[in-house]
């Protein structure tokens, strides 16, 4: 974990978005991927 943004330096994620994401609908998945999308244009 970045300790400066707190998201995952992996995969970009916050810890509640990872513990969430089994359950979390289809929608709220690709909405989440689509912030992801976003993160990775901000340098940490």
Known sequence: MNPATG???GC???LDEIADWL???D???SELLARL???KK???
Do not use: D, F, G, H
């Open 7 to 9: 998201y995952c330096i």
């Open 37 to 39: 999308e976003e993160r």
């Open 42 to 44: 901000v340098p940490a």
């Open 23 to 25: 359950e979390m609908t």
């Open 12 to 14: 970009l994620r916050t």
């Open 27 to 29: 929608e709220q998945k």
